[in-house]
């Protein structure tokens, strides 16, 4: 009699322990990798980028904590940053040669492999919304430019004059860059190449935005959105939409966003590449994303970053640039933001 009592004791604690039990969930972002170190900030700049990465974190940890999917924590954090004029992102995307700008995005959930993106979108307020709808609404996985453009006024999303999303900081940037592509035009006319190519200057181009996050359900997810790069021209798109190259999520490996030199990330498949070493190589999600960023990306002459989420939850965030604009927020502790190399190497 006294010996089942025990048990019972014992099972009911168990149980209630089972019940009380946190699952994991965390969310972790990215406001772009590029030349960015303390001499060129301000402390009040500094202050702002910070701001804006814990506001963006907080709006995907609240959705997580409340009990929603990682899929609307991450568009969550994302549009907080395509509507700040600080990242390279919606508002405050840089220039195309041409003097406006093209939009690229891209959404992907780790439970059924999903994936929406959109490329060269002119006029569509927040293309995360529109690579959502184009996963949920469409049969299609990538939409491009008008056609993409149609299929978002038939979404009833908000739609703005390309003006919109002017600034006075990303102009700068590109009257520099086309400065650049002039003069290397004229020293060797025709030699234009991936790994010189004089627009590519990560002092300007970086801001690129990014979230992944992991939700109680246990379902991993990933967004990326980007201007792309200062002054590129002839239709160029980057990584950010390319499911594999600048965004994955795959609840059997891990979700990855990423940022940088988008024609190497495209290359060199990043996204893809870490979650596959992850599902096929046996090694942890923040080993494998060292491994492409320090090693291979590295060799290539590829610069930029990600950051990575496991289905346990565990975060990382390499990049071989001098800073990201990164924050992360783990269930049940606060929000953590970083911008310079030193908590690189000390991901949890
Ligand atoms: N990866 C983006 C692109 O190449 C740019 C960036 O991340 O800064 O379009």
């Known amino acids: 009699m006294r010996v089942s ?44 980028y910070e701001q804006k990465l814990t506001e963006a974190v907080n709006a995907g940890y609240q959705v997580l904590e409340s009990g929603g999917t990682s899929l609307d924590a991450v568009t969550q954090a994302v549009l907080v940053m395509e509507d700040s004029p600080l990242f390279n992102a919606g508002k405050g ?29 002119t006029i569509v307020k927040n293309p995360v919304l529109l690579a959502r709808a184009v996963m949920e609404k469409s049969e299609h996985v990538m939409l491009s430019g008008k056609g993409a453009e149609e299929f978002a006024k038939l979404q009833g999303l908000q739609l703005v004059a390309n003006s919109h999303f002017d600034t006075e900081f990303r102009y700068n940037a590109l009257l520099k860059a086309k400065e650049a592509m002039k003069k290397a035009e004229q020293k060797s006319p025709h030699q234009a190449s991936l790994r010189l190519s004089p627009a590519w200057n990560p002092a300007w181009n970086m801001g690129t935005v990014g979230a992944v996050a992991l939700d109680k359900q246990g379902n991993l997810a ?29 609840n059997q490996s891990c979700a990855v966003s990423a940022t940088g030199h988008g024609e ?14 992850v599902k096929y190589g046996g090694v942890s999600a923040a080993e494998a994303a060292d491994q492409v960023i320090h090693q291979e990306l590295v060799k290539a002459g590829g610069t930029g970053g990600v950051i990575v989420m496991d ?31 030193d908590l690189a190497k000390k991901p949890q």
């Open 5 to 48: 009592k025990l048990m019972l004791s014992l099972i009911t604690l168990f149980i209630s322990g089972a019940v009380v039990a946190q699952a994991p969930y965390a969310i972790v972002i990215h406001g772009g990798a590029g030349t960015i170190n303390k001499a060129q900030l301000s402390p009040a700049q500094q202050q702002a």
């Open 93 to 121: 995307a840089v220039y195309t040669y041409e003097g406006g700008h093209d939009l690229d995005a891209s959404i992907m959930r780790g439970d059924t492999l999903e994936a929406g993106a959109v490329a060269g979108v």
């Open 222 to 250: 990933a967004a990326t959105s980007t201007g792309g790069m200062t002054a590129k021209r002839y239709g160029r798109i980057g990584d950010a939409p390319i499911i594999g190259a600048g965004n994955f999520a795959d």
């Open 264 to 277: 190497f990330f495209i290359l060199y498949r990043v996204a893809a590449d870490i979650c596959a070493r």
């Open 311 to 341: 289905k346990q939850g565990n975060i990382s965030w390499p990049f071989n640039t001098e800073g990201m604009y990164r924050g992360k927020r783990v269930a049940g502790q606060a929000a953590q933001v970083a911008i310079f190399q």
